[in-house]
């Protein structure tokens, strides 16, 4: 027993903010995989416009066939071998600007949205598509953010600090608790200085 014995509070956790790419970092990293021969790179600048433009899972990108690709939205389902998240197949629409951009991309040949040409994916498992990413990460000096993870947490803390409604980008993430969401709002963001106008 202590001689002076110590009252303590209840323990608080401290979450960690969310890391996510900068329109600068995305542009940059665009740019690198644009400029730099291979179809590794090809593939690497689809996974950036594609993840930054919809929130994709890179795991839902990875296992991403063209024939689920529809002028206006992209259909994911589970493969033989993949499942969704929550076993939920599940929607996300395609902003105008990815539709136009999409529209340029040379798909002779292919399966998949990361094809190696042939109907074969180029990358075999998510953990090497990470890898792909993680180098161009840091080639562009971009570190920081998770990899892919960084281009989901882009769309979800630009949306909220753009006053987006968090149900409506919880159901554009496919979250299954609010509270997950709200994880990336940055209340410092926020503009609050035309809030009180409506008081």
């Known amino acids: ?45 689809r996974t950036i416009w594609i993840l930054s433009q919809t929130a994709m899972r890179g ?28 076993r939920k197949d599940a929607w996300v629409p395609i902003s105008p600007k990815l539709q136009e951009e999409m529209s340029q991309w040379d798909r ?26 993680r180098f161009v990460q840091t080639k562009c000096d971009c570190k920081g953010p998770k990899p892919l993870h960084g281009f989901r947490a882009g769309v979800a803390t630009e949306l909220l600090r753009q006053g987006a409604s968090p149900v409506h980008v919880q159901r554009l993430l496919r979250h ?7 994880g990336y709002l940055d209340p410092n963001a926020l503009e609050i200085e035309n809030l009180v106008k409506n008081l």
């Open 108 to 133: 002779e040949g292919e399966v998949w949205v990361l094809d190696r040409g042939n109907g074969d994916r180029h990358w075999a498992h998510l953990n090497e598509l990470t890898a792909s990413m």
């Open 1 to 45: 027993m202590l001689k002076h014995p110590v009252t303590l509070k209840a323990l608080r956790t401290v979450k960690k903010r969310v890391q996510f790419y900068s329109i600068e970092q995305i542009q940059t990293m665009l740019d690198y995989c644009r400029e730099t021969p291979g179809r590794r790179y090809t593939l690497l600048y």
């Open 59 to 86: 795991g839902e990108l990875l296992n991403l066939k063209w024939s689920e690709v529809q002028p206006k939205k992209i259909k994911i389902t589970s493969t033989d071998d993949w499942e969704v998240k929550n």
């Open 176 to 182: 299954e608790d609010l509270s997950t969401t709200m």
